[in-house]
DNA sequence: TTGACATATGTCTATATGAGTATACGATTC
DNA sequence: GAATCGTATACTCATATAGACATATGTCAA
């Protein structure tokens, strides 16, 4: 089998850094194709190609005005990445650090009470 | 140009979920890689295959013991996908429903002083 | 209606993939 | 040292990609 299609799922469709990029450029609001494709600075059929792959994943909506296409932003299908990276987030924060420490000795503690059982 | 390596970040690693899978069985501690094997139901070669890319990109770290080799989670290169997808997080959490008032309330404010002064 | 503009699609190429299968390799045990 | 275990690698296949380029499609203007 292959790798899978990029637009399986909202993480393959972002593991392209370009696809990133516009994403990070309609953040800012909608913007007719040609604006993205000056602002990132790539061939205009590459947008649109990148394009589409984001659209198929939800993450862009399109609405028609004249001979332009505004593509606009919808974060919603990026919920499933962030609500899985999030659990590792302990890895590099100290925010966790406490919490850690606490858990390591209630940890030590129960193993404590039961050599006392044995 | 054929889309990048797996191993060029932990966006792409990260995009095959067999590979999350097994970052989600190492969260819960060092194991070796017939652990891996029994808890994810895959065939062997393909689990090694798959702990290669995880090591390039510097998510997982081995240890040898014996004949075993025992993988152990590293999350700090998910660091990067968390500071990205979080930006995106007001556009499905209700977390920022009152500040998205808020900014509407100020901007509002902003236009009718613009008119005041024409 | 002719032409310019905005965007999408088709074709081609080089490349890398995930999975299956067979096998190699080092460590251990007998 | 022979057999076994735990793991990694090699080879094969079908498939999909990003990008370059050319062209199609639709909309507006002169």
Redesign the interface.
């Known amino acids: 089998m292959a ?2 299609a ?1 637009t399986t799922d909202a ?2 469709a ?4 370009r696809r ?1 990029q516009i ?1 990070d450029v309609l ?1 800012a609001g909608e913007r007719p194709v040609n604006d993205l494709v000056a602002q990132l600075g790539l061939a205009q059929p590459l947008v649109s190609k990148h394009l589409r792959v984001l659209r198929q994943v939800g993450l862009v909506e399109v609405r028609e005005e004249g001979r332009q296409r505004l593509y606009r ?4 299908p ?2 499933p ?2 609500d ?9 924060s100290q925010r966790f650090d406490r919490l850690d420490a606490v858990l390591a000795e209630l940890k030590e503690k129960e193993q404590a009470d039961e050599s006392r059982n044995e």
Chains 1, 2 share one sequence.
């Open positions: 790798r899978a990029t993480f393959n972002v593991a392209e850094p990133r994403l953040a932003l919808n974060g919603h990026l919920k990445i962030h899985w990276v999030k659990n590792y987030e302990r890895s590099w």
